[in-house]
T-cell receptor, first 119, second 118 residues
Framework: GAVVSQHPSRVICKSGTSVKIECRSLDFQATTMFWYRQFPKQSLMLMATSNEGSKATYEQGVEKDKFLINHASLTLSTLTVTSAHPEDSSFYICSAALILGPESTDTQYFGPGTRLTVL | AQKITQTQPGMFVQEKEAVTLDCTYD???????LFWYKQPSSGEMIFLIY??????QNATEGRYSLNFQKARKSANLVISASQLGDSAMYFCAMREEGGGTSYGKLTFGQGTILTVHP
């Protein structure tokens, strides 16, 4: 299957700093990327949908000014957690959509995730 | 609104036996896709199997099969001949079908932790 990378895999930062997480589709062009957040032993919660060249669509309850998303190219999307606080500590996972048309099958590929710890 | 329910927080199975992980869904969309993903302790999400709402036959991928009962809105995952490496969290997910460049987002169930005993 297609490969999606995330960088960094782990990050520890001090409260009040900003952290940038990169999501790259390595061998395909992704017009849409998704950002999820996952707390331990819980499900993935969609934070936002990122379309190349346009503004991200945020899910209800997700602060757009806190979680800045940029999708500058068909292979790269970034999530910046601004002024991070301990409650932002979580596992952040991106996925990239390979568009083959409606009702295509396994066309959303996930990155390996980034574990953020805010002290 | 979509909803995915996995009622089994944890399941145990003996190595080499089969196990069924339950998933029910609720949607008003006539066209949708159902997915199962495996998440080992490393955190990566591994795609296992897909079932389209209009597919007549149940999907199969190696040791994985999806028992799709549309009228009951269930999409249970069956893993045959369990292996120790199957121990992981398993998520059922549903996707709204978007056309063209509008790709539908996934909604995930709560997950089931599967433990395979030797």
């Amino acid at each position: 299957g297609a490969v999606v990378s995330q960088h960094p895999s782990r990050v520890i930062c001090k409260s009040g700093t900003s952290v940038k997480i990169e999501c790259r589709s390595l061998d395909f062009q992704a017009t849409t990327m998704f950002w999820y957040r996952q707390f331990p032993k819980q499900s993935l919660m969609l934070m936002a949908t990122s379309n190349e060249g346009s503004k991200a669509t945020y899910e209800q309850g997700v602060e757009k000014d806190k979680f800045l998303i940029n999708h500058a190219s068909l292979t790269l999307s970034t999530l910046t957690v601004t002024s991070a606080h301990p409650e932002d500590s979580s596992f952040y996972i991106c996925s990239a959509a390979l568009i083959l048309g409606p009702e295509s099958t396994d066309t959303q590929y996930f990155g390996p995730g980034t574990r953020l710890t805010v002290l | 609104a979509q909803k995915i329910t996995q009622t089994q927080p944890g399941m145990f199975v003996q190595e080499k036996e089969a196990v069924t992980l339950d998933c029910t869904y609720d949607t008003s969309d006539p066209s949708y896709g159902l997915f199962w993903y495996k998440q080992p302790s490393s955190g990566e999400m591994i795609f296992l199997i897909y079932q389209g709402s209009y597919d007549q036959q149940n999907a199969t991928e190696g040791r994985y099969s999806l028992n799709f009962q549309k009228a009951r809105k269930s999409a249970n995952l069956v893993i045959s001949a369990s292996q120790l490496g199957d121990s992981a969290m398993y998520f059922c997910a549903m996707r709204e079908e978007g056309g063209g460049t509008s790709y539908g987002k996934l909604t995930f169930g709560q997950g089931t932790i599967l433990t395979v005993h030797p």
